[in-house]
DNA sequence: CGCACCCTTCGGCCGCGGCCGAAACGTCGT
DNA sequence: ACGACGTTTCGGCCGCGGCCGAAGGGTGCG
């Protein structure tokens, strides 16, 4: 292979600030330039050229909604390869991780919150289902089906608040590189799995457990396992 | 972590021609200068200040030998982390790799060719049984002992030839970490073995596998076991 | 012992690229 | 519709670093 090739992607991460911004969506989370240039401490204009050549390389994506560009890596490969890297820069840092962070990362990639709302297979499972039984519309995007709007209401309390914030929202899951539910809906999902025991927070992190408790209601609402 | 210490270690890789110094030394042969200077299409200064860098990155150390120094990796996982970033910089060379490699690097691991002598775990081995019988010295580089010296004439009917090169020298192993047996000694063994059947080229790089017959012999010659 | 060769260090040139501020664009909220 | 805000593009500055040629060691060979 050529040496262009692999100097390319290098370079990529050869920038103090670039590198910045790749360990923090190491978290799994989409951030906004602003934020990330809070982070890097630099100015907005310098994040978004940033951006322009971590994308362009094939390494992020970019997910614009509303007035937020929001910036997440293109692949799990893609975080996986920092992820290497990183291990290799800092071996220090690696000793908590080799068998914790092993556990957690598959505790994340099980089940975790974006914001306010269930990502990782849980959520991407949870919002198949939804669709599966004909109450979650994914034609154009995600949108709550009049069987579905009923069966929130009914089954989960839920009713729209007045806020302009959409009702269902399709969220690109990081690590299953498919959909899960945003917006009203999916926060609601959250608070009210919270609330009835069905999820618990499991550590620290942002990663979610599914109770016995939980298990037994989706199985029986949804018809769905975890 | 810190971003600088990722930029860092990125930067090593983000040039042309660094780059193609390490896609060059992935064979795990240790390269001169000179050699990767025609390599790579630049003069021997500019190669002389890349390898400075590569070396003080800690990717690569320096073996001198004469008047010339070779350049190898540190480590098999500075190796590692080179071959992880060509694969991901280059998707379509990988596809040959995914099984043939797999079991191409753990051949080369197992025994292989080091210019003239055997190296890898067989090479490896080989010093260690030596050493163990009291045939090397290996207290200030390797020397071969009295008893070593009648050795390896009556049982492998090896007369030292006239030539300046040191009968035998420690060459260091770039996946075992460890010394094996060069010089005209290491020499002798890896032509010996071959002609008498002991080894075996496998395949078309610089793999070696030991024969059947060659296991029984350097068991019984050596009491060692591969 | 001296020549030839390999390699390294040094000095200087040049271009790439990161940084910022100003200005343009689009979205949201009133 | 208008202002506020988040983001991007553009222009310009500056410094880092890759490249080479020349000069200076160290090693091997005759």
Redesign the interface.
Known sequence: ???????????????????????ALLDGRAWTPGELAAH?RVAPSTVSEHLNRLVAGGLLVRRTQGRHRYAQFASP??AQ??E???A???PA?ERPSTLRAATAATALARGRTCYDHLAGRLGVGLADALIARGLLDDTAGFALTPAGTAWFAQELAFAPGPSRRPVARACLDWTERRSHLAGQAGAHLRTCFAERGWITGSGTGRAVRVTPQGRAALCDLLSATW
């Open positions: 292979m050529r040496g262009d090739a692999l100097a390319e992607l290098a370079a990529l991460l050869a920038d103090r600030t670039r590198a910045e911004i790749c360990l890097a490969g893609a390869l920092v290497d890297l990183a290799h820069a800092d840092a």
